[in-house]
């Protein structure tokens, strides 16, 4: 029956874009489509949630957010996502059409697959999730039905993160674990968390299926099955099928490991002992397994092409179950006939070993380890003495390495490759970004400290003048807290010079009292004699003008003793000069030029005591106090 006539979604456009053209997969997630993209005319496929997980915002903005990750990743093993969107109702992916079928479409044909040829798709898949763990992105849903053989033989894996998005809405509703549960992890099954070791795990889980034929575990219900991965240990699978050599029964051990610290690291990590294992097994050892069992039938040499029929494989994250035509398969008929199928199965995949033997000999090589870390043309060069080929990837931030060295390779270090094969170099562009911590307000030694604890390195100290932060703290530092930078960046100090006493040299006593005074200086005066300036005239100060000071310090002012006639009476206290004092413009915020103008506009000289920025942060004497005509006003920025 054509579902697609009773789907009222086909025929229809989405976001005014993308056409339905025909419904081809429904599972517990999502519904798969064929469409046409109108505006970049090409056909795609859609993948609209269902009703009652768009319904769900949790579900919805947890959705968006593993899209966007999953689209960031370009790698040929990975199914790629183009766009998300939403219209009205509808919450959509739009992703790469693969025209194929999938691997579990595989196993259900052929039953299970020899060593070489189960090693031979599990390093794309690994290649591809090795990229997501680059990137920082956990598959959380690796089985057959999320990994695509495409017609040309080529291997993807789709579905990245959006089994995250599922799992978190419905723990949000039910408290449950929800995934496939026969390739769950035991820190999934006991904690519900998982990283890139769980990934690692349910490759291990995979390739055991592929070996065998079937899961590790099976039981009445998803809880028994998840009871045995939280406490048992995957068998070897040469006890299902004996003859597989122990390298290949020692992958599933370790991938399959029940404490996640005993697994290959990532991906990556796992790849290059399955790099290595392949390696090592002769080209016609699947064949000479298969003849060594008695009325075995199934047992794949290579993956076979995708059936002829066309049908196009999509998967759902929840069940994966493409449409189409039933995969082919059935028992073949009489022993004779499996005998004679068997011996040319034999000795076809001897002849085509041989050949590849022939062709390939003393062509291989591996990814030398001591890449990471190399500057990239010294990588490249020794790349290129192996008889490999190079090109620059995408940069990517890694705490191993500095930036500007290579920070990973694909296919990884270690990773067994032919002569000719072109290799990626990811550059790093520097160590992960944190965030800068606040230092305001302390001590320089207590602010290295902190930036140091926080992985930073400081990478110079100056001063500025602050009427709020006492000398010798932090003012702030550039980058400015809060601010994400990588950790090989070097975070320079703005530590406070404090206020800067202005030069009251000149000064009456009294006006040089008010402007201490409201600079929160604690003032004292002391007489000091000096031919031709009258009585109560600064002649002096310590400290200096220039210096830095904090508030509550103590500045001395060196006057003039006054001349008073009878005791402190009629006393020249300097302030004859009354009448030439004008009012002290305010500057601060202006830009140097225009503080220069507004201070020569008002009778005044200007001065600069520091200069940082580019405008004006404080000057002295304070706005709107008075000082004598033609004095100096000292600005600081």
């Known amino acids: 029956m054509d579902t697609s006539t009773a789907d009222p979604l086909v025929g229809t456009v989405l976001d005014g874009r993308y056409r339905i053209e025909s419904r081809i997969a429904r599972g517990g997630m999502a519904t798969v489509y064929v469409a046409r ?15 009652h997980l768009a319904a769900d915002e949790e579900f919805v903005r947890r959705f968006i957010g593993e899209a966007k990750a999953a689209a960031a990743l370009s790698h040929p093993n990975v199914v790629a996502v183009y766009d998300q969107r939403t219209d ?23 039953t299970r697959l020899g060593p070489r040829a189960a090693l031979e798709i599990m390093q794309p898949v690994l290649a591809a999730l090795g990229a997501a763990h680059r990137a920082g992105l956990v598959h959380r849903d690796v089985k057959p039905e999320n990994v695509l053989i495409a017609a040309d033989g080529q291997v993807k894996v789709a579905d990245f993160g959006l089994a995250r998005a599922e799992t978190a809405g419905r723990m949000t509703r039910t408290g449950l674990i929800i995934g496939t549960v026969g390739y769950l992890a035991p820190e999934q099954v006991l904690t519900g968390h998982a990283d890139v070791r769980s990934d690692v795990y349910a490759a291990g889980v995979l390739l055991f299926e592929l070996l065998t034929g079937r899961l590790p575990y099976e039981g009445d219900t998803p809880l028994a099955v998840a009871y045995q991965h939280a406490n048992g240990t995957v068998p070897a699978p040469s006890e299902l099928v004996p003859g597989l050599p122990a390298p290949v029964d020692a992958l599933v051990a370790r991938a399959t490991a029940r404490d ?76 004779g006939r499996r005998w004679a199928i068997v011996a040319v199965a034999a000795v076809a995949a001897i002849v085509l070993g041989w050949a590849v033997w ?45 930036r500007g060295e290579v920070a990973a390779t694909d296919p990884a270090p270690g990773a067994r490759v032919s002569q000719g094969m072109t290799i990626t170099l990811h550059v790093s562009k520097g160590h992960v970004p944190r965030e800068v911590p606040d230092v305001k307000g302390r001590t ?43 950790t090989d960046q ?51 100060q310590d400290p200096a003008p220039g210096s830095g000071v ?88």
């Open 358 to 402: 022939y062709q390939f000999s003393g062509q291989y090589d591996h990814v030398p380890e001591e890449i990471i870390g190399m500057k990239p043309a010294a990588a490249t060069k020794e790349l290129r003495g192996h008889g490999l080929a190079v090109r620059q990837g995408d940069t990517v931030y890694s705490d191993r390495v500095d």
């Open 550 to 637: 904090s508030r509550g310090d103590r500045v001395t002012l060196y006057v003039t003793p006054r001349d008073c006639l009878i005791g402190n009476w009629f006393c020249n206290d300097g302030k004859g000069d009354e009448g030439n004092k004008v009012p002290v413009p305010s500057v601060i915020g202006k830009s140097f030029d225009d503080a220069r103008r507004a201070i020569e506009s008002s009778g005044f000289r200007m001065r600069i005591g520091t200069r940082v920025g580019d405008r004006v942060i404080g000057q002295t004497p304070i706005p709107d106090s008075r000082a004598a005509r033609g004095g100096v006003i000292t600005v600081y920025g």
């Open 37 to 51: 993209d109108l505006r970049l005319d090409r056909t795609v496929a859609i993948k609209v949630m269902h009703a």
């Open 260 to 335: 996640a610290a005993d697994r290959p690291q990532d991906a990556n990590a796992f790849l290059a002992t399955v790099a290595e294992v392949h390696g090592g097994l002769a080209p016609d050892f699947d064949a000479r397994l298969a003849a060594s069992e008695p009325g075995a039938t199934a047992v794949l040499q290579t993956p076979a092409p995708p059936p002829g029929d066309g049908r196009t494989a999509v998967l759902d994250p929840a069940d994966g179950a493409p449409a189409g035509p039933p995969p082919r398969g059935g028992a073949f008929g009489g022993s």
């Open 490 to 540: 070097p975070v320079a100090l703005v530590m406070s010079s404090g206020m800067t006493v202005p030069d009251l040299t000149g000064w009456s006593t009294g006006d040089a009292k008010n402007a201490l005074t409201a600079m929160g200086l604690d003032v004292k005066t002391q007489d000091r004699k000096q031919d031709g300036k009258p009585g109560g005239t600064v002649v002096g």
């Open 444 to 486: 320089e030694s207590d602010a290295r400290d902190l930036l140091e604890s926080k992985g930073f390195r400081v990478g110079g100290v100056s001063s500025l003048p602050s009427e709020t932060i006492a000398k010798g703290r932090a003012i702030r530092t550039r980058p400015t807290a809060g601010t994400k930078v990588s």
């Open 88 to 110: 009205g109702e509808h919450v959509f992916l739009v992703m790469e059409l693969v025209h194929g079928r999938t691997l579990r479409d595989l196993l259900t044909e052929r």
